[in-house]
């Protein structure tokens, strides 16, 4: 990918105690309640956390797209094992990471300015869940729906790791992206219905010698079968349920020093 030529720089929106991210009027990116900058506000991005039923203790997690970090911010906090790495190609939103309280670099969190499509063949069998979403205000770009992209980033996990894509119901290229996923995941593909509006968040699992019997692919087999809870409802209120116990575990943790019990 290359940069868009000429296109205004991403705006920021504070209204009370919410700030959101705006690639164009309107079309909110990211928001964050400035009372609680780790909470996730939008329903897809609480959708986009279920890989944690896929990966419960995942130790590298790859994010495409920084936003406003809604979920960089979340992981970072509620999962304390994992290293993030988070490939942004906008300078101009990596320019905007203190007003959305994203973290600094450190021993665990980094964000990297980077084409994702040139950064992940790099990334070998190194992460166990790949999150893409990496949206402009054009919408997703055609290169992070590409055959050769989902190719390398099957490559980039290791067996049993999940990549969990981004994409939209009404997106005219959404039927030919699944076809791509599927392929290059030799069909390990799921979704749960109804979690997140026109947003559907779709999970592939890596397969493998060593992912034979997995969790990973035990889990995608099951949400496969019955598109998740066979309710809608019931997938919306799972994702909240997710969220949830990530933050009350974390909770624990830290009033016990660190041991969960």
Known sequence: MT????????????????RRLEFTPGMVQSEMRLSRPDQLVLSYNRAMMCFVL?????????????????????CYRYLPQARITVLELDPAVIALRDQFAIPPDDARFRVVQADAVA????????ADVLLVDGFDADGLPPALGSASFYADSQRALRPGGVLVANLFSYDPNYLPMLKRLRRAFRGRICGFTGIAGNNRIVFAVKGGASAADSPALAMQRRVARHGGLRLPPLNWLLAHWVVLRLRLRQRRAERTGGVVI
């Not at 940069?3 to 105690?17: C, D, E, I, K, M």
């Open 54 to 74: 896929f990966q419960p203790q995942p130790q590298h997690i790859v994010m495409v797209g920084l936003g406003g970090g809604s979920l960089a911010k979340f």
């Open 119 to 126: 950064y992940m063949p790099a990334l070998a069998r190194s």
């Open 3 to 18: 940069p868009p030529a000429r296109r205004p720089p991403p705006q920021v929106l504070t209204v009370g105690n919410t």
